[in-house]
């Protein structure tokens, strides 16, 4: 079973293992699924519902944790030192790991013993990410030696992405140069060459870089005691308030789905209008940094919630990209809602999908890695 907790949403699966003739991985039949919308839900009502779908109880249960620390760099099983040093993460993704704690508690409870539990870490793919993106300019007893650094997140999405494209366009070696591009509640993207990711634009919490449904995003170090001076709070507030109260539904002065960038698009608010401005220069923004990094590249990913189904942000976030052999099919591009496809058009030098990002195959694959039930593809340089 996968439980995948993220900052708007929870889903659970069940699938079922076996091996496959000649396959480099176990074959996986999905058994069951449900996608909630909403963060708030009491776990074990949730965990009760779905396990009596499920013709006998899970052997294992695979857990999505965004934030491993430096400690984690590979999925783990999980004992209570582990659910502990998850917890103890908290205050660096106060979105999301707290959310994973609650779940891991609950299924760890109504599995019963019989059943293993895996942690499979959003930062882990990022853990070979270079010196010069991994690391701040900051002296090593300020930096590294507290374990400040930049982790990233979303890996489990990226990775994803870049395996399906991958499969989309099998003569590119191992993806090419690949920008992947995760636009949900979080949002996110990677410059990857072949499989090893070279930068990412979430840092050391998944609060830096694009602009978010409530997170702000990179914002000057400097404004938080800026803030806390005038305002009487406490710096740990004005960054709760910057994870909570910020991104497009600060900029719109909305919340919820009134903040959604399609709601926000098809608004004639002069906020709303300037809150996606902002939030799709900022990703046109880094896609032209990750040109620099890649020296050019073969192919653009889109995934997540807001990447698969709003055309017109991924519209928005292309314009003016032709110079870059970026080019937009906007017809493929408005029926590609919910849906693959392609929207770049045949003549494109660069390759640009939409694509249903598929955690959960993902997490298994990694769970069996860590319970001896198949190996890793790990990306290598």
């Known amino acids: 079973m996968t439980v995948n907790s993220g900052s708007t949403s929870i889903k659970l699966a069940a699938f079922e293992t076996g091996a496959l003739a000649g396959a480099r991985e176990p074959a996986l039949r999905k058994l069951a699924s449900v996608h909630h919308e909403a963060t708030h839900l009491e776990p074990e009502p949730e965990l009760r519902d779905f396990l009596a779908r499920l013709a ?19 999925p783990v099983l999980i004992d209570d030192g582990v659910r502990t040093a998850i917890n103890h993460l908290s205050e660096l993704a106060p979105l999301h790991n707290p959310l994973s704690v609650r779940w891991i508690d609950a299924a760890r409870r109504m599995c019963g013993a019989q059943a293993a539990h895996v942690a499979a870490f959003d930062t ?16 090593p007893q300020l930096g590294v030696d507290l374990g400040v650094r930049r982790y990233g997140f979303h890996g489990l999405a990226h990775e994803a992405m870049w395996r399906r494209f991958c499969e989309l366009e099998p003569g590119l070696p191992r993806g090419g ?13 990677t410059a990857i ?17 694009l602009v978010m449904a409530t997170r702000s995003g990179n914002v000057d170090p400097a404004i938080v005691p800026y803030v806390s001076a005038r ?16 991104g497009l539904a600060g900029l719109a002065g909305a919340a919820g789905e009134e903040a959604s960038p399609a709601t926000l698009l098809a608004s004639g608010s002069e906020r709303a209008q300037f809150a996606i401005e902002l939030y799709c220069y900022r990703v046109r ?4 940094a990750y040109l620099a990094v890649l020296g050019g590249c073969d192919g653009i990913v889109f995934g997540g919630g807001v990447g698969e189904h709003v055309p017109g942000v991924r519209e928005r976030i292309l314009s003016g990209m032709r110079w870059a052999g970026i080019e937009l099919d906007t017809r493929a591009n408005e029926e590609a809602s919910g849906t693959q496809g392609r929207i770049s058009p ?20 990694e769970a069996l890695s860590v319970l001896g039930g198949g190996a890793r593809t790990q990306p290598v340089e």
């Open 346 to 365: 045949p003549g494109s030098k660069v390759s640009v999908w939409v694509v249903a990002v598929e955690e959960e195959p993902l997490m298994v694959r």
């Open 285 to 288: 923004k880094y896609l032209g």
């Open 193 to 209: 060459d072949q499989g090893c990711p070279r930068d990412t634009s979430m840092g050391f919490s998944p609060l830096e870089g």
């Open 56 to 74: 006998k109880p899970p052997e294992a249960v695979v857990h999505r944790v965004v934030h491993g620390g430096a400690r984690f760099k590979q």
């Open 124 to 139: 882990a793919f990022f853990a070979s990410l270079p010196r010069v993106a991994g690391e701040y300019a900051l002296p």
């Open 231 to 246: 305002l009487g709070l406490r710096p740990q507030e004005v960054i709760e308030r910057l994870n909570r109260e910020a």
């Open 177 to 189: 140069r690949l920008v992947t591009v995760q636009l949900g509640g979080g949002c996110s993207i």
